[in-house]
């Protein structure tokens, strides 16, 4: 645990949300000539990493946007796979994800770029350094990680849905889900947000109690809030799984921010050492998701989660 924690760092993090949320990706829109620099970065971060190509073009999975267009525009979710080091539990998945994309450029005014350093540059900033932490570990996790940024969110989820009717690795044999979302600041509407983090639909399964615990062993409270509780879980990627039936959760610092999609976003206004710390959380979450021998499960007493015990059941052929 100390070991995925030693190598997420304040300074990579940043180097990643400076370049993804500067001008020169023009607000990374989808799609675009931004989200596609994006996506090539975040290839050759796998790539460095020594992660396996997950795309139908290397680290590339080419989404349809409008599914029932033939001529429909496409982008590109990005993915790799970390394979697991137990030959029983290999062929099984936990999946770790955030978006890439936001909301462009603006129509007018003196700062024309949206540049979505909090939303979501820096989730996909802590995806990309969970994975560079798992991937130095040795032996590796027993099952297998795959870590997807997926396109479109900003649109309507477009990226995760894709995934959810095409994805990488079967469904069935993806036994979780965490999804993170502005992970960087911590002026919240709520009140400043230290050290800590909350999770939706915290209790639909048993992974967020993983959460706490993970978080608990460096100092970081992760937690339930109302606003990020169960109204509010299936509107951002983890949704589409879930409704699939893969146990399914997005982690946040905050969810209401000053800047929230406007051209004020910015990498300098992230706390890289707060953010360092959270995600040093998710790292150790994902470790013991990866290394469990038992699978979670979604509630069966929690009546909000019964649609989801139903499709985890027939997902599972149950």
Not at 77 to 82: F, H, K, Q, S, T
């Amino acid at each position: 645990m100390r070991i995925v924690a030693a190598h997420i760092t304040a300074n990579a993090l940043r180097g990643h949300v400076s370049f993804l949320a500067s001008d020169l990706l023009e607000g990374r829109d989808t799609p675009s000539r931004g989200l596609d620099v994006a996506g090539e970065y975040i290839a050759a971060q796998f790539r460095r990493f020594g992660l396996e190509p997950g795309g139908d073009d290397g680290y590339f999975q080419t989404v349809t946007l409008k599914p029932d267009d033939p001529d429909s525009p496409k982008s590109r979710n990005v993915a790799g796979i970390l394979r697991g080091s137990d030959p029983a539990l290999r062929e099984t998945y936990v999946l770790l994800s955030s978006h890439y994309d936001h909301v462009g450029l603006a129509k007018g005014g003196a700062d024309l770029v949206f540049n979505g350093a909090n939303d979501d540059a820096s989730g996909t900033a802590s995806v990309l350094e969970s994975a560079y932490a798992l991937a130095s570990l040795h032996p590796r996790p027993r099952r297998s990680v795959v870590f997807v940024l997926f396109c479109g969110e900003e649109k309507g989820l477009l990226g995760s849905k894709y995934y959810a009717r095409h994805p990488v690795v079967p469904l069935e044999k993806t036994i979780a889900h965490l999804n993170l979302e502005q992970m960087g600041r911590t002026d919240s509407s709520q009140g400043p947000q230290l050290n800590s983090a909350n999770v939706t639909g915290f209790d639909f399964s048993d992974i967020p109690k993983l959460l706490v615990d993970s978080g608990r062993r460096i100092g970081v409270t992760v937690s339930k809030v109302d606003k990020a509780g169960d109204d509010y879980f299936n509107r951002s990627d983890n949704g589409p799984l879930a409704i699939a039936g893969v146990p399914a959760h997005t982690m946040s610092v905050t969810y209401g921010f000053p800047d929230y999609h406007k051209p004020g976003d910015e990498w300098q206004k992230l706390d890289y050492d707060n953010m360092a710390k959270v995600t040093q959380a998710v790292g150790i979450g994902m470790l013991r998701l990866a290394q469990a021998v038992t699978a979670p499960k979604w509630s069966e007493t929690y009546a909000p989660a019964k649609a989801y015990v139903e499709a985890g059941r027939k997902l599972n052929g149950k």
